[in-house]
C-alpha cells in the first residue's frame, strides 16, 4: 500500500486546514486509514483513525475540533482540522492498517507539516 498526503501549511491559531490522503496497491485489504503526529521534541501519535467498519477514534486532544472522513471509491481520508492551536503543530503522517491474511502490516505516507502560529 502507498500513501500519499496533501494539504498541509501554515495557519494562525483559530484557523482551519484539511488534509488530504490517498491509497494505492493493495486498497481492498485496508482495515483502517488515519492520521498520526509528531510535534517538535515529542513522539508520534494517533489523531484519528477510520476503520471500514465505519467507527472512527479520536485523541483526546482534538474531540470536537478535528473530523475525519473516508471515500471508500477513491481509497482516500481526509481529515478536517479546525480551531487549530500552536500545540497542533507537527508533522502529520498518513496510516493505513492492511489485512496480509495473517495479521496485519502498517504503511505509512510520507508526512505533511502543520504549522499553527499564536
Known amino acids: 500500500v502507498q500513501l500519499q498526503a496533501f494539504g498541509g501549511g501554515l495557519v494562525q491559531a483559530g484557523g482551519s486546514l484539511r488534509l488530504s490522503c490517498v491509497a494505492s496497491g493493495r486498497t481492498w485489504q485496508i482495515n483502517s486509514l488515519g492520521w498520526y503526529r509528531q510535534g517538535p521534541g515529542k513522539q508520534r501519535e494517533m489523531v484519528a483513525t477510520?476503520?471500514?467498519?465505519?467507527?472512527?477514534d479520536y485523541a483526546d486532544s482534538v474531540k470536537g475540533r478535528f473530523s475525519i472522513s473516508r471515500d471508500g471509491a477513491k481509497n482516500s481520508v481526509f481529515l478536517q482540522m479546525n480551531n487549530l492551536k500552536p500545540e497542533d503543530t507537527g508533522t502529520y503522517y498518513c496510516?493505513?492498517?492492511?489485512?496480509?491474511?495473517?495479521?496485519?502490516?502498517?504503511?505509512w505516507g510520507q508526512g505533511t507539516l502543520v504549522t499553527v502560529s499564536s
Open positions: 477510520s476503520i471500514s467498519s465505519g467507527n472512527t
Open positions: 496510516h493505513a492498517e492492511a489485512y496480509n491474511g495473517l495479521g496485519y502490516d502498517h504503511y
